[in-house]
């Protein structure tokens, strides 16, 4: 482990020989090791906006250390390519206490993608400054992110050139990354830098001013996407030919999309807010949430629907559209209006029904075109807790057994998630795997006679009857019997350590509800 004693970061914008705005960090953190052997690692990511021009390592004296270097591919959980990349510099140190300074520099090529810094790290800093030197000539405007309980100020220097604006933060804790930890976004300060607009030579050039702007780059974008929608015109038709209301048409697309187009994300460089073609989707039979939302758009409006593309950010996001930037997206979904109701789309959702939302999306805005404008929306929340578990049950006591039958209904996402993996699980593995998730995986629970549901039907719960038996749950002690009907214990790990300074976040609500009856002899 280290401790960086000293760390600053400087930022600098400029313009190259065609006018156009980068800018580029610099970054050197005095450290100091906190035990013997200490083997020293930094990360320095960059992607398709981004470089790493130069990094070092000095010894105390400022001698230049030799120093190995790694280049690798960032690994996202949950995302299949991405352009994310890293150089991982590696040092040994034999003693505690060696003090060294670490340094590199970075430019970036696009303004747009430069959108915040934090100020904690993966170790504890007693000093950081984050130094902005901005020129008469650049608009920037630099929003203060959960600042309360930390020690930082401001301080605002004007110079021939421009204004010089340092930020000052004393006694960082390192990053807390505990179970159920919320988004580092929600919880720990950091910058939203806003990029506005530059001048040049009496020329004006708008970055992010506003959500218009935002909006607009969004379209560009989208009109250098071909969907080759004229081939999917026969598709549809026959997908539809069954059906004989508009409501079966606009289900029937939405379930298929969700149910023949694989989910895989992916991220890269710009593609990260412009969708794949819908024709390639359809081809391919996969795509990210772009891709899915972009597909299920188009064969809507081919089939005679208003339909259009939603840009919208999860509530892992802690931004809204009152800050224009690209920090307030991470997903797309297809927004319908029809007779009256408005429909928020969501494809990469498999098996959720048309009238409900996933919770992630649940109170969050949603940016769509309205013409040459844009319409920004809030998709419902709903009022009561929709996702859980209602299980009844009944149980007598034999030969130190419970044995007995049960009911269980599955709503809301918790439905989603039983079928998504009751659906994808192995065939000739799904009855050993269903009965597992039924004995929430204790060995002590015995499951038989299963009568499933309707698990087509997206609109309903699910149901499933039972029988069971469980072991270890009576205990014959001093002439009393103890029973024990507890069998699920779904807060197992819901235990919140006392010295946690970061919030709980369970992520989705959900509710429990079991109803038992215990036949005494």
């Not at 931004?319 to 009256?340: A, E, K, Q, R, T």
């Amino acid at each position: 482990m280290e401790l960086c004693t000293s760390s600053i970061t400087k930022i600098n914008f400029k313009l190259n020989s065609k006018n156009d705005l980068y800018y580029n960090v610099e970054v050197s953190e005095e450290m100091v090791t906190l035990k013997n052997n200490h083997f020293f690692i930094k990360n320095i990511f960059f992607d398709e906006n981004s470089g790493v021009v130069d990094f070092s390592v000095f010894n105390s004296k400022g001698k230049k250390q030799n120093v190995e270097s790694v280049m690798s591919d960032v690994q996202i959980q949950g995302v299949f390519y991405h352009d994310a990349k890293k150089v991982s510099i590696e040092k040994d140190f034999e003693n505690k206490g060696e003090e060294f300074t670490f340094y590199y520099l970075k430019n970036y090529t696009d303004t747009k993608y430069f959108n915040r810094i934090f100020f904690n790290d993966s170790y504890p800093i007693l000093r950081k400054e984050i130094v902005f030197f901005v020129q008469k000539w650049l608009e920037i405007e630099i929003l203060e992110m959960n600042f309360k309980g930390y020690n930082i100020y401001k301080e605002i220097k004007e110079t021939h050139v421009g204004k010089e604006i340092k930020y000052i933060a004393t006694e960082l804790p390192p990053l807390d990354e505990k179970p159920y930890s919320p988004p580092i976004a929600k919880s720990y300060p950091h910058l939203v830098i806003l990029m506005k607009s530059y001048e040049n030579n009496d020329d004006h050039f708008s970055i992010l001013s506003n959500v218009y702007d935002l909006f607009s780059y969004y379209i560009q974008l989208y009109s250098q996407v071909n969907n080759e929608s004229e081939n999917l015109q026969s598709f549809v038709e026959d997908l539809l030919n069954e059906c004989e209301t508009e409501m079966c048409k606009i289900e029937t697309l939405f379930y298929w999309v969700q149910d023949n187009i694989r989910y895989i994300a992916f991220e890269n460089g710009i593609m990260g807010f412009k969708p794949e073609g819908a024709y390639q989707v359809f081809y391919n039979r996969y795509g990210d949430c772009k891709g899915k939302a972009n597909l299920l758009k188009e064969m809507l409006i081919l089939a005679g629907f208003d339909a259009k593309l939603g840009w919208i950010g999860t509530r892992s996001i802690p931004y809204d559209y009152s800050i224009p930037s690209l920090l307030v997206d991470n997903h797309m979904i297809c927004v319908l209006d029809f007779d009256g109701n408005r429909y928020f789309l969501d494809a990469t959702e498999e098996y959720i029904p048309i009238n409900e939302y996933a919770q992630r999306i649940q109170g969050r805005q949603v940016l769509f075109a309205d013409g040459n404008s844009y319409i920004i929306d809030t998709v419902p929340a709903e009022l009561e807790i929709y996702s859980g578990t209602t299980k009844e049950f009944s149980c007598s006591y034999d030969n130190d057994k419970l044995v007995g039958v049960a009911s269980v209904n599955y709503s809301g996402e918790l439905k989603t998630y039983f079928l998504r993996n009751y659906h994808t699980s192995n065939t000739s593995l799904r009855e050993e795997q269903f009965n597992d998730f039924l004995e929430n995986y204790n060995n002590n629970i015995i499951i038989v006679n299963v009568q499933q549901g309707d698990f087509d039907d997206r609109s309903i719960p699910i149901q499933i009857d039972y029988n069971f038996e469980v072991s270890n749950k009576v205990f014959n002690i001093n002439n009393s019997v103890y029973l024990n009907l507890e069998f699920d214990k779904e807060l197992f790990d819901m235990t919140i350590d006392t010295t946690r300074i970061i919030d709980f976040d369970l992520q989705q609500s959900q509710y429990f509800v079991t109803n038992g009856v215990m036949e005494i002899p």
